[in-house]
């Protein structure tokens, strides 16, 4: 089974981008069985689609997020990469990446706590 | 489209509980169903997918199922255990958005 662990910065500051990246494991990067994704959950609510990367490069993100986002791949480190622009205190959450193969998120990184605060 | 579902659920031990997920617009078999498992301070895991499939490794006391005439998706957990104690999110897909629940707090007591 695949095994991801995402890195990045625990403190953003407001109106700044938040960078996290996603390293795969056990599996590689170029199957296309997967849709690499990040989903996010605010501490004491639920989970919340962010976006999702193909094998073949092409991406899908949720609507609600107003054009912030972009998701790319570094397939010579079996890397992905969320870039979320002008964050607020309202993108503090713990962020994770997840494989989505058919219909089920069925592998999940243990998540990073993105803190946005001045 | 928004997937609502009971913010808290109690029960005993041994006993049967129902997490319910009611989609609010669209048809709830237009896109199968996923519910995730999340203990505190854990990634989610997958208990069932496509509606009623229990992945690899769930106990057979887990059980999913859909109900058109509600619009709505449904956890069973039978003879339940104190390990059942968790979050659990459903999910679905439409309009090129992967949409979940927000989350029912089970508590087994």
């Known amino acids: 089974q695949v095994q991801l662990q995402e890195s990045g910065p625990g403190l953003v500051k407001p109106s700044q981008t938040l960078s996290l990246t996603c390293t795969v494991s056990?599996?590689?990067?170029?199957?296309?069985?997967?849709?690499w994704s990040w989903i996010r959950q605010p501490a004491e609510k639920g989970l919340e689609w962010i976006g999702r990367?193909?094998?073949?490069?092409?991406?899908d993100y949720n609507p609600s997020l107003g054009g912030r986002v972009s998701i790319f791949v570094d397939r010579s480190k079996s890397q992905f990469s969320l870039m979320l622009t002008s964050v607020t205190a309202a993108d503090t959450a713990v962020y994770y990446c997840?494989?989505?193969?058919?219909?089920?998120?069925?592998?999940w990184g243990p998540g990073t706590l993105v803190t946005v605060s001045s | 489209f928004m997937l609502t579902q009971p913010r808290s659920v109690s029960e005993s031990p041994g006993k049967t509980v129902t997490i319910s997920c009611t989609r609010s617009?669209?048809?709830?078999?237009?896109?199968?169903v996923q519910w995730y498992q999340q203990r505190p301070g854990s990634s989610p895991t997958t208990v069932i997918y496509?509606?009623?499939?229990?992945s690899s490794g769930v106990p057979d006391r887990f059980s999913g199922s859909i109900d058109s005439s509600s619009n709505s998706a449904s956890l069973t957990i039978t003879g339940l255990k104190t390990e059942d104690e968790a979050d659990y999110h459903c999910?679905?897909?439409?309009?090129?958005?992967?949409?979940f629940g927000g989350g029912t707090k089970l508590t087994v007591l």
């Open positions: 997840a494989a989505l193969r058919g219909f089920s998120f069925d592998s």
């Open positions: 056990g599996d590689s990067i170029n199957n296309g069985l997967y849709y």
């Open positions: 990367l193909s094998s073949t490069g092409t991406t």
């Open positions: 617009s669209g048809s709830i078999a237009s896109s199968y």
């Open positions: 496509e509606d009623n499939q229990r």
């Open positions: 999910m679905s897909y439409g309009s090129g958005n992967w949409v």
